[in-house]
């Protein structure tokens, strides 16, 4: 969950509406209107990219085993 947190954070951190909310606002004035839109495209927007991760994974078995590799690490 920390990381799909963390890329959520990270494409919120390309929308320019919500990051001007981020740096002008109190947090608790942040979680209303433009940084709060931002946060819920982002989610949206996530689904996309982890299916396409997922068929690259499902269907290249070179890309699997490099990804079996990194869990190793982790």
């Known amino acids: 969950m920390l990381s799909?947190?963390?890329m959520v954070a990270d494409k919120v951190g390309e929308n320019e509406r919500g990051m001007?909310?981020?740096?002008n606002n109190t947090p608790d004035q942040v979680c209303q209107d433009d940084f709060s839109q931002a946060v819920d495209d982002?989610?949206?927007?996530s689904s996309e990219a982890y299916k396409n991760q997922m068929m690259q994974i499902l269907s290249n078995p070179?890309?699997?085993?490099?990804?079996?590799g990194w869990c190793l690490i982790f």
């Open 20 to 23: 001007h909310q981020l740096s």
């Open 4 to 6: 799909y947190a963390r």
């Open 62 to 68: 070179q890309v699997a085993r490099g990804l079996r």
């Open 42 to 45: 982002a989610v949206m927007g």
